[in-house]
């Protein structure tokens, strides 16, 4: 056979590393992301500049499965295309948000969209872990300030024993279905459902998840590496430093002991804090208030972190 050739002229990528029993190859230039017969094109959007207005991170994850990957093609007399994403669609496509959102910088407000599209499925596991670790590879490659990579794994158990990529119907019936989500140093994200598992058994599968992991994270940054991913530039809304200690000196001895109680008591102790916060700050400001009164609330939240963390 003739070598493979990119119709744009681009240099086609490749890496693999054996993962969970199965060979993991990333690709880029060509067709995507290939772990056993499943195949998983990640593709990342990040706008150039920052969005003004926003209170949050505009982070959006779509998951999406295709009739085509799994060898279905819609031929009926009235259905000829694709119907709107199933539950478990969206599950999955917040399943992989959940890892990825904590590692974008505080204040960060570029628009960053991500699509997970299974192009081939194999019928022996579910694609969904995959399907992160293509959307993972595909931020990293867009040179944001990702502190990624992330890999997961949706475990359960063989004889006692923690084991990934089960096929579904074993999975359906086992005691145990575990997703764990992490970093090169850190577990980011768990989601389980088990029957009458031991707390033993659960720890030991965190531990046997991070370990079995690292292939994958490693191999993320053999394709950056060999990539050559440019670092994109970005700005961070964050209050300024005047901002910040004038609230933390309003807040000084209101939080810590003050705030410790069962959750719904530490919420209503925290939002009646908050309310005297702005109260007092809109009166010491006046007609300035409502174009700062923004910097205001983020520099509340982010003390209120900071006394959570403590």
Request: aromatic share 8%; net charge negative; proline share 5%.
């Amino acid at each position: 056979m003739g070598q493979t050739i990119n119709p744009a002229g681009k240099e086609i990528i490749k890496v693999e590393t054996e993962f969970c029993g199965r060979t993991l190859s990333l690709e880029i230039n060509r067709v995507g992301f290939r772990y056993g017969d499943t195949v998983v094109l990640g593709t990342a959007m990040v706008s150039p500049k920052s969005i003004t207005g926003f209170d949050y991170f505009p982070l959006s994850i779509d998951y999406e499965e295709k009739f085509y990957a799994a060898g279905k093609i819609s031929g009926s007399r009235f259905i000829k295309r694709e119907g709107k994403p199933s539950d478990e669609a969206i599950l999955i496509g917040r399943l992989i948000d959940r890892p990825i959102r904590p590692l974008w910088p505080k204040g960060y407000r570029h628009e960053v969209q991500g699509v997970a599209s299974v192009l081939s499925a194999d019928p022996a596991f579910r694609p969904d872990m995959v399907a992160m670790i293509a959307m993972s590879t595909a931020f990293m490659l867009t040179g944001a300030p990702f502190e990624g990579p992330v890999a997961g794994l949706r475990i359960g158990l063989v004889d006692g024993k923690p084991q990934a990529f089960l096929p579904l119907e074993e999975m359906t019936k086992n005691d145990l279905d575990l997703v764990v989500a992490g970093t090169e140093d850190a577990i980011m994200m768990v989601e389980a459902g088990a029957n009458e598992v031991s707390e033993e058994q659960v720890i030991e599968a965190l531990a046997w998840a991070q370990e079995a992991l690292q292939p994958a994270i490693k191999l993320q940054k053999e394709l950056i590496a060999k990539a050559g991913v440019t670092a994109q530039e970005y700005e961070l809304s964050l209050p300024s430093e005047d901002i910040q200690k004038e609230v933390g000196e309003f807040l000084e001895g209101k939080m810590g002991d003050k705030l410790r109680a069962p959750m719904a008591e530490r919420h209503q102790r925290m939002h009646v804090l908050r309310e005297e916060l702005l109260a007092h700050f809109a009166e010491k400001l006046g007609e300035e208030w409502d174009g700062v009164k923004r910097d205001y609330e983020d520099a509340f939240a982010t003390a209120a972190n900071k006394d959570v963390r403590k």
